[in-house]
């Protein structure tokens, strides 16, 4: 079982950037690839970036290419997604998940456990 807790959303102007974080529990944190989701208002929840077990791959979405960055850190349990250059299309619920998959991860089904979610939101 794994529990994940994220923190850093809020309100920022666009153009601006935040970071997230999301804690995990457990001792297995480096056996699972993490990813970052968002869902808007009214919309699905769509992949916005993963990372490997080791963080040496990362997988971007197209929409934030450029602009995010997610990274972990596996001695504290703890992955980030560094996002810049904010835009108000960027308003959302993030959510991160923990998969014990290897390939596939910008598939929502491929996450065995996800956080709760925090808001992010950006103002024109």
């Known amino acids: 079982q794994v529990q994940l807790v994220e923190s850093g959303g809020g309100l920022v102007q666009a153009g601006g950037s935040l970071r997230l974080s999301c804690a995990a529990s457990?001792?297995?944190?480096?056996?699972?690839?993490m990813g970052w989701f968002r869902q808007a208002p009214g919309k699905e929840r769509e992949f916005v970036a993963a990372?490997?077990?080791?963080?040496?791959?990362?997988y971007y979405a197209n929409s934030v290419k450029g602009r995010f960055t997610i990274s972990r850190d596996n001695a504290k349990n703890t992955v980030y997604l560094q996002m810049n250059s904010l835009k108000p299309e960027d308003t959302a619920v993030y959510y991160c998940?923990?998969?014990?998959?290897?390939?596939?991860?910008?598939?929502?089904?491929?996450?065995?456990?996800w956080g709760q979610g925090t808001h992010i939101t950006v103002s024109s």
């Open positions: 998940a923990a998969s014990s998959a290897t390939a596939t991860l910008t598939l929502r089904s491929k996450y065995d456990y």
């Open positions: 457990g001792r297995t944190f480096s056996s699972y690839a």
């Open positions: 990372i490997s077990r080791s963080g040496g791959i990362t």
